[in-house]
């Protein structure tokens, strides 16, 4: 499969749909609903492709809807007190678990990364001191250079979905979309070990999007009861063997791991409100909020056991905390003016990052997409890049003389610290210094920091700015974890300390408060977030009067981005190919119908309730749909004489399909069968099972001419709509729901009418899908 035309699907404009613009200036969008769109393509594609890790994937939907067949609608009744009190009881179990876990996780990447890249910069210091500039470049770029190795060469080789932020991939499971090895044990162990090299490395990267992952992880593999070789059978998991549970678990997990990152609990919770869950309820807001209460106290525990100097290097570091409490934030009404500059600025530069980085990335891809030596390849020559520009470039930085009246030491060359010495004399410190050659999180809190107007030159900020915005750009991409809040704060910051300058007296703000801002704009304009992340930089900073500018940055920017291009991860998502569904449908859709949908797919194949062995073997080996709908002819209606009517009886997956043929449940003669006989066969537990293919089923020539009463396991309760439904609404019905079928009944009922007109799929309500079956409902409005 060509991955660029995956990534990137442009719609095909035939000859007739050319013609059909020549001959007919009709608007589109004006189209009635009764008139059929006669000119379309029959090319609408149901078998969806998505880029996961290093190759591309048959994607499949998730069963989030409740399969209610009989054996469904039994266990339930037979459930008592007890047993709904397991299943209360573990849902608030598990929730506590992911959040100890991705607590304990988090404080040891923490741990892990102050302490390498600490003791790796203190060797810098004693080079440096010593006058050995040399010895010092090469020490800092091998470490650097063999850390990164570890973290790509684990990403390449055992986990390829490991690399990246793994945010678009856990939005997309959350919308119902199954994305393969996504949260795998082996995915977990390479994310925690790779993020820590890849940080350690001084890669311009973060640990919070690999954090999400990581939680999310944990939390997919404590649901299903470990890894898939190794699942643990216990009783009460069963309660958890489906979709729909596993998806609230793992957004717990996703708001733990944000949390984890900015030790921002409530931020946490909206962040996987906001940004990564579709589908949301007041039960799950409880549960994601005790999460994400259990990891801050985990975090703070062991922050009050490092504060002791128990953590070697680590100290009060680790964790990006910049705390303004104690600075009086006061502005006028003029101080407005420079604030809406911000949103406006870092809207466009987020936007411009945005259009860029998607540029970078499909090149990527095309590099990637040659072999592993040359992701490794690109990944090392990205690190050597950054070591030497981090090493180098304070050199071009003028010592700057120590003011005595600043309470902190200065200069300083230990790990933390506002005024490193690097090559200057006594009294003096390397401003530039001060923030490229230090971990990421101290040179947040650096650029951050308040009561710092003459600390930092212009030039230094402005190569700053510069030199991250390089490298914000072609760091993300390559084959190890990383996130993308860091780059972007880093950024913005940086563009705010210089706006800062440039207001000179014109503004009462500090400068450390406007790179505050600048980091919120700029992470709005490209992520798009407001709610979620306004209460992250409120937990971040720990000062309730910055609430009320930082609304108004957060808004104004993310207006402003969306003017221009949609936001990172919806851009990460069509790169991928992943099938995605937006909570808007197009404009355009409100004149389709369903019915002129299903008229450009293949018929719909159906099976009877009583269906002959060999027909359901040839159909599964024939067919690549995921379920059929069960019609069955001539049955009695109860209350009327008249007889011979067509019922449509429900929809069969073909999971449970392939299981009624592992089971052997064959009937010698074609009859339904009693309930007990079903339950002696199956169990509800069983059927949640999805990995047996029809090419593991074995089934004789004898076979072959017995039955199979499917009644039993059919879901006697799919969601139907009816033919005349325009798409728009089938679109938002679909999401909404959580459907991972919808079927379509004719608007007319009568003797010879089939009672199934089609059945959508999520690949089917994709917008360029449906554009490449009817091309000129893409073309603009004529004037």
């Not at 500018?549 to 969306?562: P, Q, S, Y």
């Not at 404009?587 to 018929?603: I, Q, S």
């Amino acid at each position: 499969e060509d991955s660029n035309h995956l990534a990137n699907p442009e719609t095909p404009h035939s000859l007739e749909a050319e013609t059909y613009e020549e001959e007919d200036g009709r608007d589109p969008e004006s189209n009635s609903l009764r008139q059929p769109l006669l000119k379309r393509n029959r090319t609408l594609s149901s078998t969806p492709l998505a880029l996961v890790g290093a190759k591309v994937s048959h994607i499949e939907s998730l069963d989030y809807e409740i399969n209610e067949n009989d054996l469904f609608k039994h266990d339930w009744r037979r459930r008592s007190k007890v047993q709904v009190l397991q299943y209360i009881f573990l849902k608030w179990s598990l929730a506590f678990l992911v959040g100890l876990l991705t607590g304990l996780i988090a404080t040891l990447i923490n741990l892990a990364i102050e302490n390498i890249a600490g003791y790796k910069l203190l060797a810098i210091v004693g080079f440096i001191e010593e006058g050995r500039y040399i010895s010092g470049l090469i020490f800092f770029t091998g470490i650097n250079f063999f850390l990164t190795l570890i973290a790509a060469v684990l990403c390449v080789c055992f986990a390829p979905t490991a690399a990246g932020p793994g945010i678009p991939e856990i939005k997309a499971y959350l919308n119902g979309v199954d994305t393969p090895n996504m949260f795998g044990a082996t995915t977990l162990l390479v994310k925690i070990v790779g993020s820590i090299g890849a940080v350690s490395a001084g890669l311009d990267l973060g640990k919070e999007g690999p954090l999400v992952h990581i939680g999310s992880c944990i939390a997919s593999l404590l649901a299903q009861g470990g890894p898939d070789n190794y699942r643990i059978k216990w009783r009460w998991l069963r309660y958890f063997n489906n979709d729909r549970d596993r998806r609230d678990i793992i957004t717990c997990g996703s708001s733990s791991g944000v949390c984890a990152a900015f030790r921002a609990p409530v931020g946490g919770v909206l962040f996987a409100l906001e940004e990564v869950a579709t589908w949301w309820r007041s039960a799950l807001l409880w549960r994601t909020f005790f999460s994400t209460a259990v990891v801050v106290v985990v975090l703070r525990a062991f922050i009050e056991i490092c504060n002791s100097g128990k953590c070697g290097l680590f100290g009060t570091g680790g964790l990006i905390m910049f705390d303004v409490s104690d600075v009086k934030v006061s502005y006028q009404a003029m101080d407005v003016i420079p604030i809406i500059i911000i949103g406006i600025i870092g809207g466009l530069l987020g936007s411009l990052y945005n259009h860029v980085l998607h540029k970078v990335l499909r090149v990527y891809n095309l590099i990637n997409h040659k072999g592993k030596m040359h992701k490794l390849l690109l990944a090392l020559g990205v690190s050597l890049f950054t070591s030497v520009c981090q090493y180098c470039l304070p050199f071009l930085a003028q010592c700057r003389a120590c003011d005595p009246s600043f309470p902190e030491t200065c200069p300083t060359n230990d790990r933390s610290g506002n005024f490193k010495q690097f090559n200057c004399p006594d009294g003096y410190y390397n401003d530039l210094a001060t923030l490229l050659l230090t971990t990421n999180d101290d040179a947040v809190r650096n650029i951050f920091s308040t009561n710092t107007t003459n600390e930092f030159h212009v030039t230094s900020i402005l190569i700053f700015f510069a030199l991250y915005c390089i490298l914000g750009l072609i760091t993300f991409g390559i084959a190890v974890p990383s996130g993308l809040f860091l780059p972007i704060i880093l950024m913005g910051s940086g563009y705010g300390r210089l706006l800062s300058m440039a207001m000179g007296s014109y503004t009462n703000l500090d400068e450390g408060l406007f790179a505050v801002l600048g980091a919120a704009s700029l992470m709005a304009g490209s992520m798009r977030m407001t709610v979620s992340l306004c209460v992250i930089f409120l937990e971040l900073t720990n000062n309730l009067l910055l609430l009320p500018i930082t609304m108004i940055v957060l808004l104004i920017a993310k207006t402003v981005g969306d003017c221009f291009n949609p936001s990172i991860y919806e851009i990460i998502l069509e790169l991928k190919g992943l099938p995605f569904l937006d909570a808007n449908p197009e404009p355009w859709m409100r004149n389709l119908t369903v019915g002129e949908l299903a008229d450009v797919k293949p018929p719909v194949v159906t099976l009877c309730g009583v269906e002959k062995v060999s027909r359901i073997v040839d159909v599964l080996r024939n067919t690549t749909h995921n379920a059929f709908p069960i019609v069955d002819q001539g049955v009695p209606v109860p209350g009327m004489v008249a007889t011979g009517a067509t019922e449509l009886h429900g929809l069969i997956l073909r999971a449970h399909l392939v299981q009624a043929l592992k089971k052997k449940w064959f009937l010698p003669e074609k009859r339904r069968t009693e309930e007990w006989e079903v339950r002696e066969k199956f169990n509800w537990v069983e059927l949640a099972e999805r990995e047996l293919k029809i090419e593991q089923v074995a089934v004789t020539r004898d076979e072959m001419e017995m039955y199979v009463d499917l009644h039993p396991l059919t879901n006697t309760t799919p969601f139907t709509v009816v033919e005349s439904l325009s798409v728009a609404k089938a679109l938002v019905l679909f999401r909404q729901v959580g459907l991972r079928h919808l079927l379509i009944v004719p608007k007319y009922q009568g003797a010879g009418v089939a009672p199934v007109v089609g059945i959508l799929t999520r690949q089917d309500l994709r917008a360029y899908n449906i554009l490449s079956a009817f091309p000129h409902l893409e073309r603009p409005k004529l004037s």
